[in-house]
């Protein structure tokens, strides 16, 4: 009896403890992910594994191995929230690695994002950990058998098993009833995984990390012989009234970050609103915003390609591009100079930016810098655009409109903040502070011009701006407070990136073109009379004639001039039949199918 007692104190204090290690991944779960239906089995297979540790594995061993699986396991939920409060996004296990290489030069930058609340998980399962190995020694030890029951583990089998019935069950159940042409069905975004917020928020945050890992482990299968045929079925560009019309001009390109349409203002952001009024203005203009952020924007402009599910700036950065922005430009004698405000190692410019084929890539550290510079700053160090006695392209990645939106933020000035309360004393202050931001990238513009007209440049200067994405960390949808506190109605339009061309010499033109960035390439080598191959690039010439436009979204969105569609369905804007949108539908989903394959088998390392 006396044994029998001592066996089951020992029992016990197992029992007791897989209690508390169940109780605590249970509550990081509830507290740092959601838990929709598909998420349920996958989270019960995490449970089952760690009762198999905690009876199979002797004690105190098996507290060492809980520990490590119990932190990984926190470690990855409390990662993708700090990178969701960052970037609005989850990553990829694509890009896992990267992170912490970025991490190393970025510490200033990550810091505001993480929280109070981040760290607690680790310094309870510490104490949970010290505490349990703790009281094995000290009560725990003296009574523990040779004989213990390690085939109590295999009854987790049964749990295990039937998650993954349901679990498969529910897949096949979402195949069925998938229709290609309708993307915003669940199985669209289980299958491609094209935006990796919808993904968390349709399956769960474990299930984006099992999905990601199977298509990691999935062999590459990519026909060749489809991408030519793709490639070799694309028209060919003809000259039309916006050929060669900023021949031998210097051009300036600017990836404004986090520009969007409503921080246009004519007494705030004067510039801006000078681009839009009277530049080219590309209306119906917008960028995605895809899984790979500001990354993605620069990738598609750069080389008119769709980068691959989870970005391109890292996998596919040793790529062979045959066209980029940068080569056609150089083609024609051009030196070409990227520039960016932050690290270059963030996203890995600059390693890519030199496979784009620039001559020189410039961040923070290049220019003498600790910290991040703000727009205005950015600006004084343009030397070699202002002193150049040739022909140059300039690429430039500003960083002013990043969140957070706090008043000690990059390119936050007193007295912008307080000039835009001034004009909307309703404003909420992130939104202010948002505005106040866009007013410095404002005067960083109005200061490059006017530098490059102190040297006589401006009028041989094309200044190409443009938004990366949608504002992030600001609720801009119909339903935002934003609107009514500006004293303005609700438009869709006014949440797009815009994209302006300026000349001083050039004529005011609004042009309605649905387009993205996709598109900037063609069009700047068609203004340019930059002679590129068809068959190396993606996009169109917006001032193509026969471009009916076209725009696509992480979220399944389409949109060309004929019509759109979304999670509400079709609407069709031109003479156009809903069986011509599936067949047109069809053809951009190979477009980007295509492209995924052409730089997942780096299609024209060869010279294809």
Known sequence: MKEFLKDKKYYLSELAYLCVMGIYLVLVKYFYSNMPFLEIPIFLIVLSVLCI????????????????????FTLYLIAQNIYLRAFDQYFRLATVFNLFKEAAGVTDSILPF???????????LIVITVSSVFFYYRYEKKYQKDNRYHLLSLLCIIPIAVSIFIYSSKVRAMEEDYAPWLMHLDYYYYKDIPSTTDFVDRFGTLTLLYRDFVIEMTPLDVDLEAIGGFLNARDEHEDNTMTGIFKDKDIIVIQAESFN?????????????????????????????????????EFMTNTSLIPTVGGACYDR?????????????????????AYHNSYGSFYNRDEIFMTYGYDEFFDRGDLGYDETLSDSMMVDEFDILYESDGHYLAFWITYD?????????????????????????????EYAIYLAKNMDLDQALAELMANLGEKGKLDDTVIVLYGDHLVKELDVSEGSPLYDQMGIGYSKELTNTDFFIYNSQTEALSYRKIATVLDILPTICNMWDIDIDEKTYLGTDIFDEDYRGFYFSANGEYKTDDYSYDSDGFTLIGDITQNEVQEDQRYYQELIAISYDILESDYFKDGD
Do not use: C, W
């Open 401 to 429: 409109g990043h969140q957070p939106f706090t008043m000690d933020a990059v390119g936050v000035k007193q007295e912008n903040y307080e000039r835009v309360k001034e004009k909307y004393p309703d404003l909420d202050d």
């Open 317 to 337: 950065s040793q790529n062979t591009y045959v066209t980029t922005l940068a080569k056609a430009f150089k083609s024609i004698g051009y030196d070409t100079y």
């Open 261 to 297: 349409d409503f921080a246009i203002d004519e007494e705030l952001t004067p510039t801006l609103y000078k681009f839009k009024y009277e530049g080219i203005d590309i209306a119906g203009f917008n960028t995605p915003l895809l899984s790979g952020s500001t990354s993605d924007s």
């Open 53 to 72: 540790i905690v009876i199979a594995i002797p004690p105190v061993i098996n507290r060492y191995i809980t520990f490590v699986y119990a932190f990984v």
């Open 114 to 124: 993480i929280q109070v609340t981040d760290i607690l998980p680790f310094i309870v």
